[in-house]
């Protein structure tokens, strides 16, 4: 079964310090990683995506890392900003045509709390 | 990129009754789906809202409970008909432009009493 598992389920950090969270999955085949940014009451935001080719892809504070042997990506932010309290969602794409042709596999996310 | 809004943003229903939700896209794109978001969990997609024809829906989704229309490229509607307090949730439009991007509408919270 095809699934995604993040950690941690919540993070507390202070402002300006950094954090990584982990996104380990077992989605196969494997066609691309995403990860997401959703705040309170809004819908996901894209924040990175990454072929099997790649190993790190950045976004302004924001670094993702793929390891597509091992199956583990990692989103990390440096310098925290309060406005980075939001969850923080790893999508893993199969590729593969399910019902919708359109496999994507979600992570329940990591929920990000940046304190002053 | 393409911006995605949604109607109602929110809503509280009683139960038995039926809504319809809006999705609208600024900009051509290939493919829309339908998400839904229960509280603590991720999204699971309810279906795929197909240009002209019916819906393709997952496991566990039917059309009689959730109709889907997609008359054209830019524009579906969710309803969730027979209404019950389990489906309280956020329901979220989503879509894939060319080139595989996808974008997330803000979604519709609702309650149902």
């Known amino acids: 079964k095809n699934q995604v598992e993040q950690s941690p389920q919540s993070l507390i950090i202070l402002e300006g310090k950094n954090c990584t969270l982990q996104?380990?999955?077992?989605?196969?085949?494997?066609?691309?990683l995403r990860w997401y940014k959703q705040d309170t009451g809004r819908g996901p935001v894209s924040l990175t995506i990454?072929?099997?080719?790649?190993n790190t892809k950045s976004n302004g504070r924001y670094t993702a890392t793929l390891d597509a042997d091992t199956k583990q990506s990692s989103l990390h932010i440096t310098a925290s900003q309060l406005s980075d309290s939001a969850s923080y969602i790893c999508?893993?794409?199969?590729?593969?045509?399910?019902?919708?042709?359109?496999?994507?596999?979600f992570g329940k996310g990591t929920s990000l709390l940046v304190t002053p | 990129s393409a911006v995605i809004s949604q109607k109602p943003s929110r809503d509280i229903c009683q139960r038995g009754t039926s809504l319809t939700i809006q999705c609208q896209v600024d900009s051509q794109v290939t493919m829309m789906f339908w998400y839904r978001q229960q509280p603590g969990q991720s999204l699971t997609l309810i279906a795929t809202?197909?240009?002209?024809?019916?819906?393709?829906?997952e496991s566990g989704f039917v059309i009689d409970k959730f109709p889907i229309s997609r008359p054209n490229l830019t524009f579906s509607t969710l309803t969730v008909s027979n209404m019950s307090p389990e489906d309280s949730s956020i329901y979220l439009c989503s879509a894939v432009a060319p080139g595989e991007t996808q974008y997330f509408g803000p979604g519709t919270r609702l309650l149902v009493l």
């Open positions: 996104c380990n999955y077992t989605v196969s085949p494997f066609s691309n």
């Open positions: 809202a197909n240009q002209g024809s019916e819906a393709t829906y």
């Open positions: 999508v893993v794409n199969s590729g593969v045509n399910s019902n919708s042709g359109y496999a994507l596999n």
């Open positions: 990454m072929t099997f080719s790649e």
